[in-house]
């Protein structure tokens, strides 16, 4: 029997193809799985932004893991909701920071302040210093921390 649960611990198995050590439940870009009475699976998928250049490889990936499970299933993107960095789990916020990226604040937060005095992921220090709003991809920052003289990366407040 198919649960919603069973579904998202399977799609725990579909990684973010830009940061590889946090899976799409937990950035929180699965946004809803239902389970239709052909037993057939709708996934939702909300890009954490709208020009998101890795969301339909996203999208093919959740398809392909619950196939290779024996599920038929169908994957949709959803543009009219929009996605929150308050929408990644706190298990991910830790993979995040794992990954050596600086964890975002609360979306209600201030967006400037947001980046300020951020907590370097390698010391936990917060004497660093926003180096760029503008990172490699669109949602993250670049910082520098002060006491272990390390660069490093925000995944921004959205």
Not at 25 to 32: E, P, T
Not at 74 to 82: E, P
Not at 111 to 125: A, G, T, Y
Request: charged share 25%; aromatic share 6%.
């Amino acid at each position: 029997m198919l649960t919603k649960e069973l579904i998202l611990e399977y799609l725990e198995e579909v990684k973010d193809p830009e940061i590889p050590a946090i899976s799409l439940v937990d950035l929180g870009v699965i946004s809803d799985v239902q389970i239709q009475e052909n037993q057939q699976v709708l996934v939702e998928l909300t890009p954490t932004f709208a020009g998101c250049p890795a969301i339909e490889y996203m999208r093919k990936n959740v398809e392909e893991v619950l196939h290779n499970k024996g599920i038929t299933s169908t994957a949709v993107i959803n543009y009219k909701k929009v996605w929150s960095s308050d929408f990644i789990t706190e298990k991910g916020l830790k993979q995040l920071q794992e990954f050596g990226l600086a964890k975002p604040s609360k979306s209600s937060d201030d967006l400037l302040k947001s980046l300020q005095n951020v907590e370097c992921p390698k010391c936990h220090s917060k004497n660093t210093q926003l180096l760029n709003p503008f990172g490699p991809t669109l949602c993250r920052a670049i910082h520098h921390c002060y006491d272990c003289k390390e660069t490093f990366e925000q995944f921004k407040s959205l």
